[in-house]
């Protein structure tokens, strides 16, 4: 049985409408027996009706959420002293069967003298839920509760926060927004992905030898055999025992499984020690070189109570803090470039084969002959690569509530998290993909020739953009013509695919690769976001293949020259979610949002196929034959 909190707390009676206040750890909702309100059997009880929750909660843009303020509602903020005890005083909900919130009243009624009850005061629900924007585009914070004094304590059912025994610290102070528990901005959830790139390349290996390696089960017995060697390396007899409780069938020597895992695995077991891992990346960063010592080194391993000779560690350290980006001169980085870290070296493996010297057992990457496609392929792309195996990792590090952004990720984890953890709940799922390189050569040459006409264009979007991360207190983000580009042929392509190959669209991911500068980045991976274990079953591959993508392709850019709102859509100055769109709508260019990086932001056919007053703005303008 799985733990749960109960709320909202409020709970009305089906049969009465009487409303019951549970706890968060009730494991039955309330029970009621009246008195009856209306008609003949006005002031009697009723058989015993179990109660369901109210529909309605309040919440803040700082996550926080709580019970709807009915009692403050009702006497309209107005000091009245009265509250409801459940015996004789009470609240009651009706309803007179409007769609409309005007249909929904609550009143407060206590017992009188004679044993009758009598509604003190009574108010419908019009006007408790408003719009989260105000007129001029900037965010709402004179909500109708705030307007009646009633603001946010922190309240938090998640934690248990807001009882007796764990009061709410009553001190946010942002204004609560009503809400109905169903209402789609109640709950962001903020989850990160990352494809798996395998640790290990050595093409001196056999391909059973480097599956073996990236065994999970293989890797975890040889790591625990070296920690308890004497010279704190893996031995024969660990790798013989390895392979007969995982692997009996493989044909790999022990011998040589032994000393493939001394020279690839081992240094795996200091970067997996969480605070083993900080402490050789602060030695680093304060490294006059910017580099990792061997003195660092051995004390990471003495640390561990570890016999091996830190020096065979040494440079598979380097190496891998090297292709991680650690140097000196990232002190104190964000998020936002540890992101950016990984990828690059997701784009980086994307861009070669991994045929020989990789595991192929989560990651199968095959480059397609760009000779076998057609023209508008060999022009636009620098590489085409079919991913056969991809493993990717989802991780939920919190939510938000009302604005899907606004919160930082410390903000947005102690919501759910009261102490801070070193993990996060993730999944696994297993599928493949398309990956589509650029050519750099043609970027830059769309660049040089209507790089001032794209920025002015995009300068409308960015305007929105700014403006946006103004009122949400956020950092200004810079974006470019390629992003755009990149980002809209990836919406463009999924919707084309869509129709072609049977997935369906939230079965569709987007992940973009763009970066300007010394490491240049001009890429997209469309790939299943719905496997299951074992993968799924190549159609997406299938349509990677030089005799369909090209058709693919030219089919979704056709779709988008003209969309079904156009004029409207390819003239608009701002439109979709916070006007952080210019051409693009449902009609043409949205997605579901969980197939999107950009929560369907950052859009533009224009500067795919050109806009009417100029045409050849699009990068594939001149590949669809336009002029």
């Not at 939510?399 to 903000?411: A, C, D, K, P």
Request: hydrophobic share 35%.
């Amino acid at each position: 049985m799985l733990p749960f909190l109960r709320f909202p707390l409020w709970h009305v009676c089906p049969r009465c409408g009487r409303m019951h206040k549970g706890r968060y750890h009730d494991r039955d909702a309330p029970i009621c027996e009246g008195p009856i309100a209306t008609g003949s059997e006005a002031g009697n009880r009723h058989p015993r009706r179990k109660t369901f929750q109210v529909r309605f909660v309040a919440a803040c843009t700082k996550g926080h959420i709580q019970d709807f303020p009915w009692v403050e509602w009702v006497f309209e903020g107005k000091p009245s002293g009265w509250k409801p005890d459940g015996v004789d005083r009470w609240l009651r909900m009706t309803s007179s069967g409007s769609a409309s919130l005007a249909g929904v009243a609550v009143q407060a009624e206590e017992r009188g003298e004679n044993g009758r009850s009598r509604v003190v005061a009574r108010r419908t629900l019009a006007g408790a839920i408003t719009s989260t924007a105000d007129p001029s585009g900037g965010e709402n914070d004179n909500t109708p509760l705030s307007q009646l004094g009633v603001n946010c304590t922190g309240v938090n059912p998640v934690l248990a926060i807001g009882t007796e025994l764990r009061p709410a610290p009553g001190n946010c102070g942002k204004p609560l927004f009503a809400l109905l528990k169903s209402a789609a901005n109640l709950y962001f959830p903020s989850v990160v992905s990352s494809i798996y790139i395998p640790d290990i390349d050595d093409k001196a290996l056999s391909q059973d030898v480097l599956d073996l390696l990236d065994d999970r089960d293989i890797k975890n017995r040889l790591r625990a055999g070296a920690m308890d060697a004497d010279n704190g390396q893996v031995s024969l007899r660990s790798a013989t025992n390895a392979l007969a409780t995982y692997h009996p069938e493989s044909a790999v020597q022990p011998a040589i499984l032994a000393e493939a895992a001394n020279r690839h695995l081992l240094h795996g077991i200091l970067l997996d020690d969480r605070k083993t891992r900080t402490f050789l990346d602060q030695r680093i960063k304060t490294d006059p070189d910017g580099t990792l010592s061997l003195e660092a080194v051995d004390a990471a391993v003495r640390s561990l109570n570890w016999g091996v000779d830190p020096a065979l560690l040494l440079d598979a350290l380097r190496s891998h803090f090297a292709s991680n980006g650690q140097s000196k001169s990232q002190v104190g980085v964000e998020s936002e470039v540890e992101e950016a870290s990984y990828r690059q070296q997701e784009y980086c493996v994307f861009s070669r084969d991994l045929q020989v010297g990789y595991p192929k057992t989560d990651l199968d990457i095959r480059g397609a002959d760009l000779s076998k496609y057609g023209p508008l392929s060999r022009d636009a792309f620098s590489r085409i690569a079919l991913l056969h195996k991809l493993r990717e990792t989802r991780a939920f590090e919190g939510f938000s509530r009302i604005y899907s952004t606004g919160l930082t990720r410390i903000e947005q984890r102690a919501l759910f998290m009261e102490q801070p953890k070193h993990w996060l709940p993730a999944i696994v799922v297993r599928g493949e993909g398309i990956f589509l390189q650029f050519s750099e050569t043609r970027l830059q040459e769309w660049m040089n020739q209507y790089g001032d006409d794209l920025v002015r264009r995009l300068s409308l979007m960015r305007m929105n953009l700014d403006a946006l991360a103004t009122r949400r207190h956020q950092e200004l983000r810079l974006i470019t013509p390629r992003f755009v580009l990149l980002h809209t042929f990836a919406h463009l392509l999924i919707n084309q695919l869509v129709q072609d190959c049977g997935y369906g669209s939230a079965s569709l991911r987007e992940r973009i690769y763009s970066a300007d500068g010394e490491n240049p980045m001009a890429g997209i991976l469309i790939y299943t976001a719905a496997g299951d274990s074992e993968g799924t079953m190549g159609g997406l591959v299938r349509m990677g293949q030089p005799d369909r993508l090209e058709e693919v392709i030219r089919r979704a850019l056709d779709k988008a020259r003209w969309c079904s709102t156009d004029p409207v859509c390819i003239e608009s100055h701002g439109q979709g979610p916070d006007n952080c769109n210019l051409a693009a709508c449902h009609s043409c260019a949205l997605l579901p949002e969980t197939s999107c990086e950009e929560q369907n932001r950052l859009l533009d056919r224009g500067v795919v196929i050109g806009t009417i007053d100029k045409p050849g703005l699009g990068f594939f303008t001149s590949e669809m034959g336009q002029p």
